[in-house]
């Protein structure tokens, strides 16, 4: 059975950086799609960005394009988030989607971690 576990947020100044880490675990993950979602207060869950598990090729939301990086590693995918505003705080959720295109729609993936709260304070 496929597990996600994310970990690694906190609370940073505005300006300050964290990593984000997303365990993955239950089966191969060859030909996924890995995503990093975020939902703040009173909004809906948003696309952050993905990373295709075999080949390593990125997609960002505008929004944070430049300041946050996907990476993989062994069983494990990363966020590195740098240059936090105080609009990134949320909670951050890891997804994984079955072999396909990165997508950006949350519907298109098929399971997801919990979540780890982000807050930057400004």
């Known amino acids: 059975q496929v597990q996600l576990v994310e970990s690694g947020g906190g609370l940073v100044q505005a300006g300050g950086s964290l990593r984000l880490s997303c365990a993955a675990s239950g089966r191969t993950f060859s030909g996924y799609t890995m995503g990093w979602f975020r939902q703040a207060p009173g909004k809906e869950r948003e696309f952050v960005g993905a990373?295709?598990?075999?080949?390593?090729g990125t997609y960002y939301a505008d929004s944070v394009k430049g300041r946050f990086t996907i990476s993989r590693a062994k069983n494990t995918v990363y966020l590195q988030m740098n240059s936090l505003k105080s609009e990134d705080t949320a909670v951050y959720y890891c997804?994984?989607?079955?072999?396909?295109?990165?997508?950006?729609?949350?519907?298109?993936?098929?399971?997801w971690g919990q979540g780890t709260q982000v807050t930057v304070s400004s």
């Open positions: 990373i295709s598990w075999s080949y390593g």
């Open positions: 997804a994984a989607r079955r072999p396909g295109v990165i997508i950006t729609t949350i519907g298109g993936y098929d399971y």
